[in-house]
C-alpha cells in the first residue's frame, strides 16, 4: 500500500521560511518523479514544483520560482520543499505527489493527505 505523509506545514509570518518533507512507502520511491501542489478552499490544485526521480531535473510554477526548492533524499525515500520569502499567497493545503513530472495534476498516480500552511502578513 503506497502512502506518502506529508509534515512541516504550519504557520509563519510573510517573508519567513518553512519547510514541508514527504515520506514515501509501498513503491519504489527512487523510480519515480515527485511533486508538490497547493490547494485553497474552492480552487483547483495547483502545481508547485516536480522533480524528477534522480533529482536531476527540477521545474517551478512562475509563482515560487527563485523562493521554493525542491529536492529528494532517495536513501530517506523523502522529497522536500523548502519555502522561502514567504509571502500570503502562499497560504494553502500542499500536497506531495508521486508519478509524474509536469504540472498536470492528472497525471500523478498518488497522493499525500495534505499540510496545511498559513503565511500571515
Known amino acids: 500500500q503506497v502512502q506518502l505523509v506529508e509534515s512541516g506545514g504550519g504557520l509563519v509570518q510573510a517573508g519567513g521560511s518553512l519547510k514541508l518533507s514527504c515520506a514515501a512507502s509501498g513503491l519504489t520511491f527512487s523510480g519515480f518523479s515527485m511533486g508538490w501542489f497547493r490547494q485553497t478552499p474552492g480552487k483547483e490544485r495547483d502545481f508547485v514544483a516536480s522533480i524528477t526521480s534522480s533529482g536531476g531535473y527540477t521545474n517551478y510554477a512562475d509563482s515560487v520560482k527563485g523562493r521554493f526548492t525542491i529536492s529528494r533524499d532517495n536513501a530517506k525515500n523523502t522529497v522536500y520543499l523548502q519555502m522561502n520569502s514567504m509571502k500570503p499567497e502562499d497560504t494553502a493545503d500542499y500536497y506531495c505527489?508521486?508519478?509524474?513530472?509536469?504540472?498536470?495534476?492528472?497525471?500523478?498516480?498518488?497522493w499525500g493527505q495534505g499540510t496545511q500552511v498559513t503565511v500571515s502578513s
Open positions: 505527489a508521486a508519478g509524474g513530472i509536469t504540472p498536470n495534476a492528472k497525471a500523478y498516480r498518488y
